[in-house]
Nanobody, 124 residues
Framework: QVHLVQSGGGSVQAGGSLTLSCSAS????????MAWFRQAPGKGREFVAG????????EYGDPVKGRFTISRDIDKNTVSLQMNALKPEDTAVYYC?????????????????WGQGTQVTVSS
């Protein structure tokens, strides 16, 4: 496991934008696919976006397609989530995660490390 540190998030009105970042010490993200999940109150953890180890391919959950963009900077050992056109239903705690088992992005068992969580609140 590695220690993932998240930054960004906060509160915004509907239609606004926010950016989340995830980093780790050393080159501990190199060679691993990464993903973002979110969890709203009273709901399970939901897949938001994933990116392959090279950054060449991304996947998105249906609710965020066309609005969110996941990216990574291999040199800086960071992964980011740009969130545009935010909706109140995007309100949740967001987590970044490192995938260590090659398999579906949506399957949480494929991840060994999780960030501390970042609150995103979108008001109408």
């Amino acid at each position: 496991q590695v220690h993932l540190v998240q930054s960004g998030g906060g509160s915004v009105q509907a239609g606004g934008s926010l950016t989340l970042s995830c980093s780790a010490s050393g080159r501990t993200l190199t060679g691993y696919a990464m993903a973002w999940f979110r969890q709203a109150p009273g709901k399970g953890r939901e897949f938001v976006a994933g990116i392959t180890f090279s950054g060449a391919s991304q996947e998105y959950g249906d609710p965020v397609k066309g609005r969110f963009t996941i990216s990574r900077d291999i040199d800086k050992n960071t992964v980011s989530l740009q969130m545009n056109a935010l909706k109140p239903e995007d309100t949740a705690v967001y987590y970044c995660a490192r995938r260590v088992i090659r398999g579906p992005f949506v399957q949480t068992d494929n991840y060994d490390s999780w960030g501390q969580g970042t609150q995103v609140t979108v008001s109408s």
